[in-house]
């Protein structure tokens, strides 16, 4: 089935470096989202992304989203220990309008070095 | 709002036992969504409904039921209690007006199958 792969599964960081993560798709997507979870919690909306090209900023964050609509990357600078936690991305593969199922990424796990 | 909200947070079962997983929304969401999360695995979806009276299955449907009489609640139903059921099962819901809505998590129940 249709299924989108991430890379790395484990990322450790030194606080204060930066670091990415990538999600890939062997066809197109609609569109692509990236959630947060933190240990013990449940998973939380971060951002969409729909045009292929587009890149969104949210404070040390950037999202990337591939100019074939097959790849997306999310960029930590400076990381934090609020950083913590594992990153998902997910995407639509359906184009119908009405179709919202995600496809989960297997995530990457962030552990962040004081 | 109280969100999405499930109940029990936690639970452990007996091979062959049967047990519901309650979900509810306060949101109005006409989408709501079961998911399980297996270790380095993300989230796989296993039932979905766009509408009170509507369910469709997912990704990994085999060995659960599901049902949608209101527009707030989609129990999950196990029947047959099996150690591969094993998971953490997460709720969501998402509004339907636009294309790809972000989802809304439930805060989880933890399910283990001795």
């Known amino acids: 089935g249709q299924q989108v792969m991430q890379i790395p599964q484990y990322q450790h960081v030194q606080e204060g470096e930066d670091f990415t993560t990538y999600c890939n798709s062997s066809?197109?997507?609609?569109?692509i989202q990236w959630y947060k979870q933190r240990p013990g919690g449940h998973p939380v909306f971060l951002i969409q992304?729909?045009?292929?090209?587009e890149v969104k900023k949210q404070k040390r964050l950037t999202f990337q989203f591939g100019e074939a609509k097959k790849n997306s990357s999310l960029h930590i600078t400076a990381t934090q220990t609020t950083d913590v936690g594992t990153y998902f991305c997910?995407?639509?593969?359906?184009?119908?309008?009405?179709?919202?199922?995600?496809?989960f990424g297997a995530g990457t796990t962030v552990t962040v070095r004081a | 709002n109280a969100g999405v909200t499930q109940t029990p947070k936690f639970r452990i079962l007996k091979i062959g036992q049967s047990m519901t997983l309650q979900c509810a929304q306060d949101?109005?969401?006409?989408?709501m969504y079961w998911y399980r999360q297996d270790p380095g695995m993300g989230l796989k979806l296993i039932y979905y409904?766009?509408?009170?009276?509507?369910?469709d299955k997912g990704e990994v449907p085999n060995g659960y039921n599901v049902s949608r009489s209101t527009t707030e609640d989609f129990p999950l139903r196990l029947e047959l209690a099996a150690p591969s059921q094993t998971s953490v099962y997460f709720c969501?819901?998402?509004?339907?007006?636009?294309?790809?809505?972000?989802?809304?998590f439930g805060p989880g129940t933890r399910l283990t199958v001795l």
């Open positions: 969501a819901s998402s509004r339907t007006s636009g294309r790809g809505i972000e989802q809304f």
């Open positions: 997910a995407g639509i593969f359906s184009q119908r309008s009405n179709d919202y199922k995600l496809s």
């Open positions: 992304l729909v045009k292929s090209g």
């Open positions: 066809t197109t997507l609609s569109n």
């Open positions: 949101m109005n969401h006409n989408y």
């Open positions: 409904s766009v509408g009170a009276g509507i369910t």
